[in-house]
């Protein structure tokens, strides 16, 4: 899920917003197990989770670009570099992981499964499912292909951005009328980065806002958990263009929160939220159809995103950073200034 760095932006209110957003689909997956994600109207949360990630994904990257200081091909190829060390190691790992295992995704999680053909290997392993039409190994990584292409173009728009926030606002429009409404104009159906343009576009248009910080904080929680429960009622995809239009326009106008034990759960939470994204599968598996236990299962919930954040993600991510400063032009050496002296001797030769 895009850039899978707690807090890029610097912000408590994001990381609360990335820690609803990743909880969100936890839990549904969890409640799959029992069978009660819809007799208690969870189903369409995970679904509004990932669309909130697009959102939170387009914003702190526009950050990410906006503090590297970088121009022309400069900037493309630092930001490329530093995206394929930040999601690509952890979703190759889970993709061996699940073949080493025999493990495929299902309906409800992961199972037992014959190994996968060698197309739908390697479209895993390179991110491309939806281009080849492969099954996802494990199911949460349908949303990396996605990811991958909108970071193709985001550099792009983030040079674009600057003709005019309206631009953007119609970008919007057109996208959501091509991608939400089919009717009026199918698209292919591996297509899918028009179907979530209005998902990812809202993070552009709350980086190009002003930030005017109007509203309290305090109402930052409620209007975040607000808009998952008016999707959880009112789930389509024309509602979660518009809701993640709405959360795009208001980033700008709230105030950060200062609520230490909030901004600390949240900042844990979305720190290792790319490990709890693509490990859940596993953690259910392990927990409830092999050894059907909480006890099991919320213990390895935990340790095991932590491990993977700090034994493989954090050492890739700072690779990622050296070699991207690496591939920066050097300035120009500034000549040293001869001696006063020398020129003098200069002058009369």
Known sequence: ???????????????????????????????????????????????????????????????????????????????????????????????????????????????????????????????????????????????????????????????????????????????????????????????????????????MIAFTLPKRPVLPAYLWPPFVLGLFLFYSQYASWRTGAELCLLLGITIPLFKELTFRPLTFISNRIATYSYGIYLAQSFCIWFGFKHHHSWMIFVPTMVMVPIVLYHALEHPAIKLGRRLARDSQPQPAPIPEEAPAGNIARAAHT
């Open 1 to 203: 899920m895009a850039d899978h760095k707690a807090g890029e932006g610097a912000s408590a209110n994001l990381d609360f917003l990335r820690s609803v957003a990743v909880l969100s689909v936890l839990v549904v997956h969890t409640c799959t197990q029992f069978n009660v994600e819809r007799k208690f109207g969870l189903n369409n949360l995970a679904l509004f989770g990932v669309l909130v990630f697009f959102v939170h994904t387009s914003l702190v990257l526009m950050y990410s670009l906006q503090r590297s200081a970088g121009s022309g091909i400069a900037l493309f190829r630092s930001f490329y570099i530093r995206r394929f060390f930040r999601l690509y190691p952890l979703s190759i790992l889970i993709v061996l992981a699940a073949l080493a295992l025999h493990l495929h995704a299902v309906d409800r999680g992961l199972a037992l499964a014959p190994r996968p053909r060698p197309l739908e290997i390697v479209s895993n392993l390179l991110l491309v499912q939806n281009l080849t039409g492969s099954d996802s190994i494990v199911g949460p990584m349908w949303t990396l292909p996605i990811e991958v292409q909108m970071y193709v173009l985001l550099p792009l728009l983030f040079v674009w951005r600057r003709r005019s926030l309206w631009t953007l606002l119609a970008l919007w429009g057109v996208t959501a009328v091509l991608g939400h409404f089919p009717q009026a104009a199918p698209i292919p159906g591996w297509l899918k980065l028009l179907l979530f343009s209005p998902n990812f576009l809202p993070g």
